[in-house]
């Protein structure tokens, strides 16, 4: 859950989610790395949900044909329920996620290797079920590369507009072999690169409306370029997430930089095809800054703003009571201090009420 979620009947305020496939492997790491780096006005990223699905047989759930090698080969023996785990995802889990938590309905799909190829199969077979992918190093070897015949023939047929896929791409070229030459290259081994390769080449020839990225990463392995992945992954699909303030705008916070607050969220939603409102926690952070040094006409227009986005949120109340406390107008603080008591129940504001009506 995100540092600020209050519950599912906080509706003032909804999220985006991250559904990560081998949850018991990349749970923790994003977790903890959106617990970091979200929340505050210097966020590259919004607060998000992360469900973390853990895998009860990846061979099966991850593959979307079924395939030989040999009968001893029991990755092959359970393989292709693809499809089944992808309608389990459609109709019972998102359902579910949606129905107990606070979603905004922008939903991101990671996956590592298999989790990768399944990753790669829904957005080509699947692709409006999620607005994000991120498919690291994915297994596109799979039953003699099935999904790069897919992309060759659908790639160019689907509308991927608002769509964005994260490829990262780990070094497992083997016998000398480089990006250059790995194509030609014979040994076995090698088709795993070559598969990535050859689908990264058909998204940048084939695809118009997906924004899409990929990056090799000479330095790590099949192992390690996990986490490094999901990184730069996040970092491409919400590039344009974060509103920039300059120094001298920050000077000179008025009503036409509320609007340019405005404008910036409008055109991200655009570009993504996805309402996103202003951050209550941008906003106030940028308020409270304000009242720090003194800025008080600054600070009650950006609380003022906060509270018409979020007329339900205790906290939007808290803050403008914080800045009548400042100016010294102690009934205005009350009033907004109950105000906010009545919708949310913090301690704090609690606390403050109190010392007030001594």
């Known amino acids: 859950m995100p540092k600020n979620y209050k519950g599912k009947d906080d509706l003032h305020k909804k999220y985006p989610v991250i ?52 009968s001893q080969d029991s990755l092959i023996d359970s393989s292709g329920g693809g499809e089944k785990f992808t309608s389990f995802i459609e109709k019972e889990l998102i359902p579910y996620i949606n129905g107990n938590f606070s979603t905004d309905s922008y939903n991101v799909l990671v996956g590592n290797s298999l989790g990768g190829l399944f990753v790669v199969n829904t957005l080509l077979n699947h692709t409006q079920l999620f607005n994000a992918y991120i498919a690291i190093d ?11 015949k897919q992309a060759k023939e ?75 992945s999901k990184t730069d992954g996040l970092a491409h699909i919400f590039k344009l997430y974060k509103l920039k303030i300059s120094d001298d705008e920050f000077e000179n ?31 106030n952070e940028i308020g409270y800054s304000c009242l720090n040094l003194n800025k008080y006409d600054a600070a009650k227009l950006l609380f ?14 808290d803050s403008y009571g914080d800045y009548f406390v400042e100016i010294g107008n102690f009934d205005q603080a009350i009033i907004y201090f109950e105000k906010a008591v009545t919708l949310s129940n913090i301690p704090e504001t609690k606390k403050k009420l109190k010392e007030l009506k001594r």
């Open 19 to 70: 559904y990560l496939l081998d949850g018991e492997f990349n749970f923790s790491s994003v977790a903890g790395m959106l617990t970091d780096w979200t929340g505050t006005a210097q966020s590259n990223y919004p607060e998000m949900i992360v469900v973390g699905i853990v895998n009860i047989d990846r061979n099966k759930d991850y593959t979307p044909t079924h395939a030989y090698i040999n």
């Open 138 to 148: 994915p297994s596109l070897w799979w039953d003699d590369k099935i999904l790069i």
């Open 154 to 228: 659908k790639l160019s047929l689907i509308n991927f507009e608002g769509i964005s896929l994260y490829m990262g791409i780990a070094n497992t070229i083997d016998g000398g072999c480089d990006t250059s030459n790995v194509q030609n290259s014979t040994i076995p081994s090698n088709c795993h690169p070559q598969a990535i390769f050859e689908l990264d080449k058909l998204l940048k020839t084939k695809t118009k409306q997906l924004k899409y990225q990929s990056h090799y990463y000479e330095n790590e392995d099949h192992t390690s370029v996990g986490l490094i």
């Open 253 to 283: 916070i008025d009503q036409e930089y509320i609007i340019k607050i405005e404008n910036h969220y409008k055109t991200y939603s655009t570009s993504i095809r996805h309402e996103v409102k202003v951050p209550e926690s941008f906003i």
């Open 304 to 317: 003022e703003y906060n509270i018409k986005n979020y007329p339900l949120s205790g906290n939007c109340y």
